[in-house]
């Protein structure tokens, strides 16, 4: 519906305002679904009515009527499932071969803040269009590209996936940087040094201030790693504003401190074996596991790479015997030529499949285990009335085949379309300033 508005209107910004908030909330979007999927019980509802008002699920059933006036979008012939989550990636972070070969250190020297801002708006668009409707992102991101990303979508500017963002990774001197004495200004902003109780409570306030939604932390990626009880610290700290630690874990020993801790979640799988798992099962720590495929683009085929990809899987069955809490996640931040960032971020199903996981409880992990951990599934995620009306839809069923998922044709956010028959169309994204009024507030 066009809305001509007068230019004696237009100076008048909150009246402006008030006709556009009027107009959207009066409009009914009603979406009609072939195969309704609930990722969480694995059941599929055929020929349901969904009906979209303000953003939000306000109707779903087999009997709902659809109002007269109604936008209506067909997706009869489709499966619709709740939108993917990536819980581990750095959308503001693209180390490549040429010119840094792949050492991240000298990104963070030839890409400024502003240039990785945009780089993860673009990723984060490859990420929504190929149904990722959530991102948890931990860090790497330059002085906060990750926080700009998370409220550019907020406020309107650009689309994209929700994010919980991390903003600056906290670690003992250095971070996870070998720097030489001379270039030790370099350690900030990828990293923020925290090495005494007072230093960690600033640095998590620091972060909060600055948009965090999540805070993340080196736990062992020094010989100098955090005590137990510095983890406690970030934890009590954290907990002060709603926020959970995320922990990046390279040690057994490390891993074992941080469970102690009562840490939210352990970030990569390399160090932790039957008894770190049956642990984390006891206190129901999340394995955000990271678990890279073996492909001839990424890691090479060969006898040690082979040996590793099993370690990997074996890893991953030995999580789920334990009855480990598991989310899907890629520690996805470089490029590959000739693929985006949301086509590497699919082939890490390979490690699933490899793993013997079935296509339901991939499907689970992928989603209901993707809004759990990024601690915001009783706000978003869920097709279920009164939440955000994200969703996804392709041809074919998920729950028999996972790389169904590889081909999603249409994808919802916030109630507005943003793919449909295969193509983007963003233009409802773009506001040209903060929408909905108000919200320049968002930070
Ligand atoms: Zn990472």
């Given at each position: ?33 072939g ?40 997706l009869?012939q489709s499966y ?313 839809a392709m041809r074919g069923n ?6 169904a998922?590889?081909s999603v044709s249409f ?11 295969g ?21």
């Open positions: 519906m066009a809305i001509v508005i007068q230019p004696v209107v237009m100076k008048t910004k909150i009246f402006s305002a008030v006709v556009f908030c009027a107009v959207a909330s009066a409009q009914v979007t009603a979406i009609r679904v195969h309704l999927i609930d990722p969480e019980t694995g059941r599929v509802a055929d020929n349901q009515i969904l009906l979209i008002q303000d953003g939000r699920f306000t109707a779903i059933g087999a009997n709902v009527a659809i109002p007269a006036g109604a936008e209506v979008i067909d009869s619709v499932t709740p939108g993917l989550v990536d819980a581990h990636n750095h959308l503001a972070l693209t180390y490549k071969m040429d010119p840094e070969n792949n050492s991240y250190y000298l990104t963070s020297v030839l890409d400024s803040t502003p240039l990785r801002a945009i780089q993860a708006v673009s990723n984060g668009i490859t990420m929504l269009a190929a149904g990722f409707t959530m991102v948890r992102d931990l860090g790497n991101n330059a002085n906060y590209a990750d926080t700009a990303l998370r409220v550019g979508i907020e406020q309107g500017w650009v689309p994209g996936p929700t994010l919980i963002n991390s903003g600056l990774i906290i670690g003992g001197f250095g971070g996870q940087f070998y720097p030489v004495p001379e270039r030790e200004s370099l350690i900030y902003p990828e990293y923020l040094n925290a090495d005494t109780n007072d230093e960690i409570i600033k640095a998590v306030r620091r972060n909060i201030l600055y948009g965090a939604k999540v805070i993340k932390i080196c736990v062992d990626c020094k010989p100098y790693g955090y005590t137990a009880d510095e983890m406690r610290l970030f934890v009590s700290e954290a907990a002060k504003a709603g926020l959970k630690v995320a922990g990046h874990v390279q040690t057994k020993a490390g891993a074992m401190r941080a469970i102690e801790a009562g840490i939210w979640s352990i970030e990569h799988s390399g160090a932790l074996d039957d008894e770190a798992h049956k642990a984390m099962a006891r206190k129901g720590i999340w394995r955000v596991g990271t678990e890279t495929p073996m492909t001839e683009y990424h890691t090479g085929v060969n006898d040690r790479t082979k040996a590793a990809f099993q370690r990997t899987i074996d890893g991953m069955k030995n999580a789920r015997s334990n009855g480990v809490k598991m989310a899907f996640s890629t520690d996805a931040d470089y490029y590959i030529p000739n693929m985006t960032r949301a086509q590497v971020v699919l082939d890490f199903l390979k490690s699933w499949k490899a793993a013997d996981f079935q296509a339901p409880e991939i499907l689970k992990i992928m989603t209901t285990n993707g809004y759990l951990v990024c601690d915001i599934a009783d706000k978003r995620g869920p097709i279920k009335v009164g939440l955000p009306a994200d969703l996804i998920p729950l028999q085949d996972i790389d998922l590889r994808v919802m956010k916030d109630g507005l379309v943003f793919k449909k028959d193509l983007m169309t963003p233009e409802t994204f773009f506001h040209s300033g903060p929408t909905p009024p108000g919200s320049w507030r968002i930070h």
